[in-house]
């Protein structure tokens, strides 16, 4: 069984331009969830998808936003980066309310 | 969520059994106990997880106090490649808003000669 992927691995961006992540969950699972991880920070609840729909929402700016595909992938959108949110982002999915599996993010370094 | 207390750092020799000990004193009757480890730059990785007794799997055992207010990790052989940064994470899965995981600072494993 496919875990969940995630890409690009690796991404360089400039301070004030756009990014999108992607996200495939394991097959058969329908939620995602978006984590941010920090250089040496722990890991921070980004967005919650569930069947299409956005559940829950961690304390972040707006310029923070995803959205879920019917196929159960989903992008996470940052805009007007800041050097701060260079971090690796992380995706995980899960079967319902079942265990989330992680994959193993995306490095994204904003200069 | 409830949440959880667990030492910064811990070592272990090879070879030996790896306790590690995590309190979750407030936790509510419909939350769950789970276990991630994190190796450098890689997601969390899932290891096992309980609501009151105890559980085995191939990677590890969990053992839950009977009060259920605190748990212990238990890899049996530790080897090298068992160095990590070890989640202990309680959730609460009957909500929607609950149905994420909240991690904290972990414990730091390492697993030495």
């Known amino acids: 069984e496919a875990g969940v992927t995630q890409s690009p691995t690796h991404l360089i961006k400039t301070r004030g331009q756009q990014v999108t992540l992607r996200c495939s969950p394991i097959?058969?699972?329908?939620?995602v969830y978006w984590y941010q991880q920090a250089l040496g920070l722990g890991l921070q609840f980004l967005l919650w998808?569930?069947?299409?729909?956005?559940?829950n929402r961690g304390n972040f700016p707006p310029r923070f936003s995803g959205r879920q595909f019917p196929n159960y992938s989903s992008e996470l959108n940052v805009n007007a980066l800041e050097l701060e949110d260079s971090a690796l982002y992380l995706c995980?999915?899960?079967?319902?309310?079942?265990?989330?599996?992680f994959g193993n993010g995306t490095r994204l370094t904003v200069t | 969520d409830a949440k959880t207390t667990q030492p910064p750092s811990m070592d272990c020799a090879e070879g030996r059994a790896a306790n590690l000990p995590c309190n979750h004193s407030t936790i509510s009757g419909n939350e769950y106990v789970y276990w991630y480890r994190q190796i450098h730059s890689q997601g969390p990785q899932y290891i096992i997880h309980?609501?009151?007794n105890n559980e085995t799997n191939e990677m590890a055992s969990l053992i839950i106090t009977e009060d259920r207010k605190s748990s212990t990790l238990i890899l049996p052989h530790a080897t090298l490649r068992d160095t990590a940064v070890y989640y202990c994470i309680v959730r609460g899965i009957n909500t929607g808003t609950a149905s994420k995981l909240t991690f904290g600072t972990g414990t730091r494993l390492q697993v030495t000669l």
């Open positions: 995980a999915s899960s079967r319902g309310r079942g265990t989330l599996h």
């Open positions: 998808y569930d069947e299409g729909e956005e559940r």
């Open positions: 097959s058969g699972h329908t939620s």
């Open positions: 309980g609501l009151k």
